[in-house]
């Protein structure tokens, strides 16, 4: 089964700092890729698809990248909003999820 | 408005049965995959199932398989999560989800979630 590992586990900053956050996978990916924000007691919400496609009504802050077995998601300037768990996410090798990221407030 | 609105949750005996909804609406039912995605009390996410949009094809998250079956009623609307020989590890919340497409992941919708909990 294909195991996606994430980076780091928590992510401490302060409303206005930027935010790297990583996801490596155990064997090589297509373009399905995606990203997910997650607040407590809410369905997750996608943020990307295809490694780098924002989903509808996504901020232009959240950025994805990456190729292979590595990708990225950055976070221009946290906002007080963007606090939360972020999931990763592939579709390209059945379906998995990443053990999830928290980004809180510092 | 398109939307998923999951239902059927709730409390079971270990070995026990329960059935899951996901009534979807504002879109062409048969054109788009509809899974389950579970995430029990303060974990991640795990998918559980996929159904396509015709009911033809249908794939199951390896810790499920050979007990939970997915199924469709496209005059209803709504798809459907059977599951049996439920165990503790079981316990969480089961969202239904879609997708833009007819495949599984990368889910633009999802419902609010029905709890699942197992225990005696």
């Known amino acids: 089964e294909l195991m996606l590992t994430q980076s780091p586990a928590t992510l401490s900053l302060s409303p206005g700092e930027g935010a790297t956050l990583s996801c490596r996978a155990s064997q090589f990916i297509s373009k399905y890729f995606a990203w997910y924000q997650q607040k407590p007691g809410r369905a997750p919400r996608l943020l990307i698809y295809?490694?780098?496609r924002r989903a509808t009504g996504v901020p232009a802050r959240f950025r994805g990248s990456g190729g292979g077995t590595d990708f990225t998601l950055t976070i221009y300037t946290l906002e007080p909003e963007d606090f939360a768990v972020y999931y990763c996410?592939?579709?390209?090798?059945?379906?998995?999820f990443g053990g999830g990221t928290k980004v809180e407030v510092k | 408005e398109e939307q998923l609105v999951d239902s059927g949750g709730g409390l079971v005996q270990p070995g026990g049965s329960l059935r899951l909804s996901c009534v979807t609406s504002?879109?062409?039912?048969?054109?788009?995959?509809i899974s389950w995605v579970r995430q029990a009390p303060g974990k991640g996410l795990e998918w559980v199932s996929t159904i396509s949009g015709d009911g033809r094809a249908k794939f199951y998250g390896g810790s499920v398989s050979g007990r939970f079956t997915t199924s469709s009623d496209e005059s209803k609307n709504t798809v459907y999560l059977h599951m049996n020989s439920l165990r503790s590890d079981d316990t969480a919340i089961y969202y239904c989800?879609?997708?833009?497409?007819?495949?599984?992941?990368?889910?633009?919708?999802w419902g609010r979630g029905t709890p699942v909990t197992v225990s005696s």
């Open positions: 295809d490694i780098s």
């Open positions: 996410q592939q579709r390209g090798n059945g379906l998995t």
């Open positions: 504002g879109f062409t039912f048969n054109i788009y995959a």
């Open positions: 989800a879609r997708g833009n497409g007819d495949y599984m992941g990368d889910f633009h919708l």
